[in-house]
């Protein structure tokens, strides 16, 4: 598959901070991709960058083969950004009329695809209404529908499911899912990391402005795994003592239990075939989240605010 | 260039179409004759009425002293400063025996402090009254006098300024008039459109729509296009406010009669003289209404008008993007709006005082180099355009002012587009001056 976007060496600078520092990676197209990282990391100024906003500083961006260019590729990719808004007193047709027409649609174009985007997400009978009156949640069902209302071919969401309730959450994801397969690439950022789980295929953590992973979910997990296995028996051996493995946690006829290096899970079945029968036995990966507060806890990633720059 | 027209409508239609224009176009107007009308009712009713007792030593001030609209004399008998105001009067003049020539004080005593207007009438009248008496003394008796002043007002002045080969008739006034008007009428409008400029863009910053625009539009065709659009908003609301002056005029005119009217053509016709024998002979109020045509008709209507339009447009665009720039650095907190305003406000201000001198003396130096530099040059040019080209300002003046107000809005709004660029997605910091300095001359 080739990629839709890469980066390469991307850095930008602000006056008191390294906001990006040399990142580089890519996107495949039709994938979900999940930018990750702490508060203040640097995804917002990545993101800005893509959807041409900003300039890097150094480093170059290959969007659909061809180098980034910010007056033409805009009407290829479409930006929620985390602080999102809208006019508050424009009526809601004519905000999206308006939002499609900045991306270069004509008026029948727009016209065709807002009705067809109202129509799916049941918000045909807002048409008159302002923004004013709507509450968080259906503004932000708005947003999400200027965002891919010119089909964009690249998907860049911020924060999406904030301050939606579970319904409309589960109809933006799978609104999400749909536009990934009908080709779209989807960047995802967020740090709600139950949602990458569900939902990206691939995704990269940055902190404190360098990317410090980059791989696809399962390899992630893979990665970081700890040799850490559930074991649930029917009864629980009065001692445990083996060179295969260590008990790290207890619960009733469930074990946590950790393999030692080189040694196997066969190592540990055996183990306690002898003694009990075992009812269930599985892998323990690690959460994302796990992985992130791993990762990002104790570094610098909550002073960064006042970190100064040191070339 | 597409994408700027889609914004100029929505700037633009959004604001013409809300009830609130149309309302403010209307109201506006309205509101200034009831103002008007409301301070000259106020001022009327205000001038209190003085019953004045005189106490002439002279004896010759009863039926010489003239009676003013609000102002009477009167001279009773035995009123003195002790008892006048329960006597009924207001004041008492008291007049002593004048000794020839010499120097002699009269003196007025009132319970209440008199205005200046007052003051000044009442020292008229005392002095006409003196003049009547040495006139009669030297021989000429009351009705000659009156008849003598009567006569003696057939002459007007009529100021002619060279123009090349032919000279034409000026009028101060009128001048001062237009150039005071149109110089007001700018700096109103600098302000009210700049702060709507201001506004918008505050709008789209702590409504956080700013991101979402710049990801569509550059920010500088999102800036332009706003101030364009609201630039379009204020000459839309101009025609409509001229098209309502006609309209009432025309209206104004139908209540005239046409007696009156065709006199006043027939004025127009001979210019200003009944020719000897006709027919009809002028009522006052045609001469009054043929009066103020021929006044109007002096000025050089398309010049002043060309130019209005001109450095209205100018003078807008000049201050409406630093409009823009400060609004784009302004966090929610709207008391930042008033501090980083300030050094705007200031030049307007400043400009505001220069044009109401330059009004009143349109050749000083300060008033010609006012007229060039842009900051000042929208107010204080139309004030000396009043006063004609190319006699009070030269062509090369007008060009030179014209020539650097493009060049300084050009200036400004590449200035201010670039501290707009970087303020609009700047979020809880305050934004120091330095700062903003810093992005306006930053290259790329």
Not at chain 1, 61 to 68: A, E, H, S, V
Not at chain 2, 123 to 142: F, P, T, V, W, Y
Request: with cysteine; glycine share 8%; aromatic share 10%.
């Amino acid at each position: 598959m080739s990629s839709i976007l890469q980066l390469n060496h991307l850095k930008k600078h602000y006056a008191t901070q390294k906001a990006v520092d040399d990142i580089s990676f890519s996107i495949e197209k039709g994938s979900i991709f999940g930018l990750l990282g702490p508060n203040g990391a640097g995804k917002t100024t990545l993101l800005r960058m893509i959807t041409g906003i900003f300039f890097p500083d150094s480093g170059d961006i290959i969007f659909d083969g061809k180098p980034y260019n910010a007056l033409e590729d805009v009407t290829k990719i479409g930006y929620m950004p985390e602080e999102r808004g809208l006019y508050k007193k424009m009526k809601i047709g004519e905000q999206a009329l308006y939002l499609a027409q900045l991306k270069g649609l004509s008026k029948v174009e727009a016209m065709e695809k807002i009705k067809f985007w109202f129509k799916r997400l049941e918000m045909e009978s807002w048409w008159n209404k302002k923004v004013e009156d709507l509450s968080k949640g259906m503004s932000q069902k708005l947003q999400f529908v200027t965002t891919v209302l010119h089909e964009p071919k690249l998907i860049i969401l911020d924060e999406p499911f904030s301050g939606l309730d579970p319904l409309n959450a589960n109809l933006i994801k799978d609104e999400i899912f749909g536009l990934a397969q009908r080709g779209a690439t989807v960047i995802f950022s967020t740090h709600r990391m139950e949602q990458v789980e569900e939902i990206c295929d691939h995704i990269v953590l940055v902190n404190l402005g360098k990317k410090i992973l980059d791989g696809s979910v399962t390899e992630v997990k893979q990665q970081f795994k700890e040799n850490k296995f559930s074991i649930r028996v029917k009864e629980v051996p009065a001692h445990i003592t083996s060179d295969a493995f260590e008990v790290v946690e207890q619960k009733n006829h469930e074990l946590i239990v950790k393999i030692n290096e080189g040694k196997g899970s066969n190592d540990v079945l055996q183990y306690f075939i002898r003694q009990t029968s075992i009812e269930s036995f599985n892998e323990i990966l690690p959460s994302l989240n796990e992985i992130f507060i791993d990762l990002v806890e104790g570094t610098a990633a909550t002073t960064r605010a006042f970190q100064t720059v040191s070339n | 260039m597409n994408k700027i027209s889609i914004i100029i409508k929505r700037e633009y239609f959004s604001r013409v179409k809300n009830r609130r224009f149309l309302l403010t176009t209307i109201l506006t107007p309205l509101l200034f004759v009831v103002f008007i009308a409301g301070a000259t009712i106020l001022s009327l009713k205000g001038k209190d009425n003085h019953k004045i007792a005189v106490i002439d030593q002279n004896g010759f001030f009863k039926g010489n002293l003239k009676n003013a609209n609000d102002i009477n004399f009167e001279f009773p008998e035995g009123v003195d400063t002790l008892n006048y105001l329960s006597k009924g009067y207001t004041d008492i003049l008291i007049i002593p025996k004048f000794e020839g020539t010499e120097k002699v004080n009269y003196i007025l005593r009132s319970k209440k402090r008199i205005g200046i207007g007052t003051e000044d009438l009442i020292s008229n009248r005392i002095n006409q009254a003196i003049e009547d008496k040495m006139l009669q003394d030297a021989g000429i008796n009351r009705s000659q006098l009156d008849s003598i002043k009567e006569k003696s007002k057939f002459a007007e002045l009529k100021a002619l300024e060279e123009k090349g080969e032919t000279v034409q008739e000026s009028s101060a006034g009128l001048s001062y008039g237009i150039g005071f008007g149109s110089g007001m009428l700018i700096y109103l409008t600098m302000f009210i459109y700049g702060a709507m400029v201001m506004r918008g863009v505050m709008e789209e910053k702590t409504n956080r729509i700013a991101e979402v625009m710049v990801s569509s539009v550059k920010p500088f065709e999102l800036m332009l296009g706003k101030i364009i659009g609201i630039g379009a908003v204020g000459l839309t609301q101009f025609f409509m406010w001229i098209l309502l002056i006609f309209g009432l005029m025309t209206a104004a005119q139908l209540f005239i009669s046409p007696e009156v009217m065709s006199q006043v053509n027939t004025l127009q016709q001979y210019n200003g003289q009944i020719p000897t024998g006709g027919m009809v002979k002028a009522g006052e109020a045609a001469q009054k209404i043929y009066a103020i045509k021929h006044t109007v008709s002096m000025a050089n209507w398309p010049v002043i008008i060309g130019c209005f339009i001109f450095y209205f447009i100018g003078g807008y665009l000049f201050y409406a993007s630093l409009f823009a720039a400060v609004g784009s650095v302004v966090n929610e907190d709207p008391q930042d709006a008033q501090s980083l305003m300030f050094p705007i406000t200031m030049p307007i201000i400043f400009s505001f005082i220069i044009m109401s001198n330059a009004v009143q003396d349109p050749n000083t130096g300060i008033a010609t180099w006012a007229s060039i530099i842009p900051f000042s040059s929208p107010m204080v040019m139309m004030a000396r355009i009043a006063y004609g080209v190319p006699g009070t300002v030269s062509y090369w003046q007008l060009a030179a002012s014209m020539i650097s107000l493009i060049g300084g809005f050009l200036l400004t709004t590449w200035l201010s587009g670039k501290i707009y660029r970087t303020g609009i997605l700047m979020y809880g910091k305050k934004v120091t001056w330095k700062e903003m300095g810093k992005w306006a001359f930053r290259r790329g």
